[in-house]
T-cell receptor, first 112, second 110 residues
Framework: DTGVSQNPRHKITKRGQNVTFRCDPI?????LYWYRQTLGQGPEFLTY????????KSRLLSDRFSAERPKGSFSTLEIQRTEQGDSAMYLC??????????FGPGTRLTVL | EDQVTQSPEALRLQEGESSSLNCSYT??????LFWYRQDPGKGPEFLFT???AGEEKEKERLKATLTKKESFLHITAPKPEDSATYLC???????????FGKGTKLSVKP
């Protein structure tokens, strides 16, 4: 399978715990994006990497959120001290210079 | 103020009943307009990119068109398997991220 993959697919955690999600983009894509989607809404942009450089961050990305893309390959998104409002689907997408973003299956986070 | 507005929020069609979904946008310096399909519990699936007014693209029963202020997704003779949420997104200026609308939930009954 050469699409975008995300792990885990589901994560249930207690409030205050830290969680980390992983995204593996399509191998030839140099751009990687993170979005968050809640029920009944479209995805909302969080952050964007070109190769290993983090080029854009949304104001939605509070200090509790951090993303990395070491060596320009896979990316991780960490949420520290989770809150119930963090419950959402976290989506990763990748693109080449053609600009079309291809999404992974998402990681559904539930904070109890 | 929403930059991307989709209508209707929900649409119920009988199999074979053609219709259109609307996406209006207010961003300046449109770099691209994107249509995605999303099934419940899954990530969005890329359908089309449109770059300039007057552009049209087709894929099976779907046809997307673009004007300076809006885009339409026309569905011809839909089938039950076309049931999904259809998302519209725009890319503005030099920004890399997509700005999404809330989507139109399409149900096609046999």
């Amino acid at each position: 399978d050469t699409g975008v993959s995300q792990n885990p697919r589901h994560k249930i955690t207690k409030r205050g715990q830290n969680v980390t999600f992983r995204c593996d983009p399509i191998s030839e894509h140099n751009r990687l994006y993170w979005y968050r989607q809640t029920l009944g809404q479209g995805p909302e942009f969080l952050t964007y990497f070109q190769n290993e450089a983090q080029l854009e961050k949304s104001r939605l990305l509070s200090d509790r959120f951090s993303a990395e893309r070491p060596k320009g390959s896979f990316s991780t998104l960490e949420i520290q001290r989770t809150e119930q409002g963090d419950s959402a689907m976290y989506l990763c997408a990748s693109s080449s210079i053609r600009n079309e973003q291809f999404f992974g299956p998402g990681t559904r986070l539930t904070v109890l | 103020e929403d930059q991307v507005t989709q209508s209707p929020e929900a649409l119920r069609l009988q199999e074979g009943e053609s219709s259109s979904l609307n996406c209006s946008y207010t961003v300046s310096g449109l770099r691209g307009l994107f249509w995605y399909r999303q099934d419940p519990g899954k990530g969005p699936e890329f359908l089309f990119t449109l770059y300039s007014a007057g552009e049209e693209k087709e894929k099976e029963r779907l046809k997307a068109t673009l004007t300076k202020k809006e885009s339409f997704l026309h569905i011809t003779a839909p089938k039950p398997e076309d049931s999904a949420t259809y998302l519209c997104a725009v890319q503005e200026g030099s920004q890399g991220n997509l700005i999404f609308g809330k989507g139109t939930k399409l149900s096609v009954k046999p």
